[in-house]
Every structure is written in C-alpha cells, then in structure tokens.
C-alpha cells in the first residue's frame, strides 16, 4: 500500500508561490515549520526549488530532483526524468513522502487525489506578494482539516487538510 503522499507548501491568497526563483516573503515561523515536517523525509522537487533551496540536504533529508533536461543539478542527489518515476524511487526509500515544489510537482501531486491518499500542509500568507509561479487550485477537494497548531506569526495560518484515497482505488 502506497505511503501518504504531503505535500509541503507556503502561498497567498491568489496563490503566489514564488518570484524570480525565491519565495517573495521571508518568515522564519514557515521556514522552521518547513525544516520540522521535512526532517528525514524524502523530499520531491523540481530542479528550479532544489536550486532555491540550499538546505534541503541538511536535517536527514533525502532530495529526489524532477528534471528531464541533462543540465547539471548544484548537488549529487538522485534525478528523475519525471514526477512518476520520483515517486516510483521515492517509493524504494524509507520515510515519509514530501513534494515541497515547485508548482508542476503540485499539479501533478494534487492530480492523484481520489488514487493516493495526499497530506496538504499549507501556510497561507495573509498579505498578497507580486509572484511568477503559482500554486494550483486545491480548494475544490474535499478535503478534512486535522489539527494543526497555530501560527504565532500574525499574518500566517497554518493549515493541515487530509484527502484520503477513495475505496474503489485499491481496486
């Protein structure tokens, strides 16, 4: 049986994910939320987030990078040409299984809803941000909220969502 699959993410209320390779917004809460649930983790992401993210070999985790292009990555981690085969060897590791971006691996992550069982940990940054990648729509699932401890940072909430897989999937 597949583990859950999480998927890790910080966006504003129009979903702005990021601007120029980075995020707009620096708010260490988030990022020690994000350091937390990642640690020992398999981390899945696009080749553009393992650039932006220079600490995501620290802390136990294991990066498994999305890229199709021969370019090199600024790490030795393991590649996958695309967001099935990272899942496929993500499978093979133990820990849990994180997709922490980009927004590709998040459409693709939230395309599975209904087969997989997916973990939604999500910030929301209160105040919008000027952004050139977004996150895709997920508010139409239905999904269960679990409890989440709160922000103590004004401006941001924490939130948990569960989607389990439906029962005709293991089928």
Do not use: C, K, N, Q
């Given at each position: 049986?597949?583990?859950?699959?999480h998927l890790v993410a910080a966006t504003t209320p129009s979903r702005v994910l990021g601007r120029n390779g980075a995020l707009p917004w620096?708010?260490?809460?988030?990022?020690?939320?994000?350091?937390?649930?990642?640690?020992?983790?398999?981390c899945i992401l696009g080749r553009r987030?393992?650039?932006?993210?220079?600490?995501?070999?620290?802390?136990?985790?294991?990066?498994?990078?999305?890229?199709?292009s021969g370019l090199p990555l600024r790490a030795p981690v393991p590649r996958?040409?695309?967001?099935?085969?990272?899942?496929?060897?993500a499978e093979q590791l133990p820990g849990e299984l994180f997709v922490c971006g980009g927004a590709r691996p998040y459409a693709e992550a939230l395309a599975l809803a209904g087969r997989r069982h997916l973990r939604l940990h999500l910030t929301l940054v209160e105040s919008e941000h000027p952004g050139d990648v977004f996150f895709p729509p997920w508010n139409y699932l239905p999904w269960r909220p679990l409890p989440t401890p709160g922000a103590l940072t004004p401006r941001l909430t924490?939130?948990?969502?569960?989607?389990?897989?439906?029962?005709?999937?293991?089928?």
């Open positions: 049986m597949p583990r859950i699959l620096r708010h260490p809460e988030d990022l020690a939320r994000l350091d937390a649930l990642t640690a020992g983790a398999v987030t393992h650039d932006a993210w220079r600490s995501v070999e620290r802390h136990g985790r294991r990066p498994i990078v999305i890229s199709a996958a040409a695309d967001f099935p085969a990272a899942i496929a060897l924490f939130l948990t969502l569960d989607l389990p897989a439906s029962p005709d999937s293991a089928r």
